[in-house]
């Protein structure tokens, strides 16, 4: 059983440009998070989708800044018009369903985004 | 608003040292609190908990819960410098409320 698989690991992007940043969640999880982590800081939650509904994007700025879960295919971290200030890690976590036996979030290996 | 404070932020210790780490937190709703280990990569899950006084343990780390002072340890003992990493706590809200992240401790063992 894979776990969270994210893709690419490394994404370099010049200023202007977008950056695409996926997720597949292990499977038989309908949950996904995604985290934002910036050098010395923790995890700052984002956005928190199930199957083409996003649930809680209270997290997400309010520009540029877009994600979805289709029925079909992973999880897309999307930013348009990248700045500097965007270069992060973005991790993304699965869990099968909140309220029940097993809530700790599985993460995936992260993306790392350097903006040029 | 919920919110999950760590410290220290850093700890350097010499192998064979025992740590405790400390989370304290705010939430209207509690669930559970976790603890993560984050290598170079994904943070990886130690514990959940949920009930006060109920050590979790793992062989050399164990973690405890305090839901009348808010606060959460984790202790490491006799220390390798493989456990350098930094250590994030978190909290789970109840409802369908995603986790909120301490900032971690970062913890390096030497020699």
């Known amino acids: 059983n894979a776990g969270v698989m994210q893709n690419p690991r490394h994404l370099v992007r010049r200023r202007g440009q977008e950056a695409r940043l996926r997720c597949s969640p292990m499977?038989?999880?309908?949950?996904v998070y995604w985290y934002r982590q910036l050098p010395e800081e923790g995890l700052k939650f984002m956005v928190y989708?199930?199957?083409?509904?996003?649930?809680?994007e209270s997290g997400m700025p309010k520009e540029r800044f877009s994600a979805e879960f289709p029925k079909e295919g992973p999880s897309i971290l999307r930013i348009q018009q990248v700045v500097r200030g965007d270069s992060a890690a973005y991790f993304c976590?699965?869990?099968?369903?909140?309220?029940?036996?097993?809530?700790?979030?599985?993460f995936g290996q992260g993306t790392r985004l350097t903006v040029v | 608003e919920d919110k999950v404070v760590q410290s220290p932020l850093s700890l350097v210790v010499h192998e064979g040292d025992t740590v405790t780490l400390n989370c304290s937190y705010e939430v209207t709703n509690f669930r559970s609190l976790l603890w993560y280990k984050q290598e170079k990569k994904a943070p990886t899950f130690l514990f959940m908990l949920?009930?006060?006084?109920i050590e979790k343990k793992s062989g050399r780390l164990s973690s405890i819960l305090d839901k009348k002072e808010l606060f959460s340890i984790l202790n490491i003992t006799a220390t390798q410098t493989g456990d350098s990493a930094i250590y994030l706590c978190?909290?789970?809200?109840?409802?369908?409320?995603?986790?909120?992240f301490g900032k971690g401790t970062r913890l390096s063992v030497i020699a």
């Open positions: 949920t009930s006060s006084g």
């Open positions: 499977k038989g999880h309908s949950h």
């Open positions: 989708l199930q199957k083409e509904n996003i649930i809680d």
């Open positions: 976590a699965s869990s099968p369903r909140l309220g029940g036996k097993n809530t700790e979030a599985f």
């Open positions: 978190a909290l789970s809200p109840s409802g369908n409320t995603p986790l909120v």
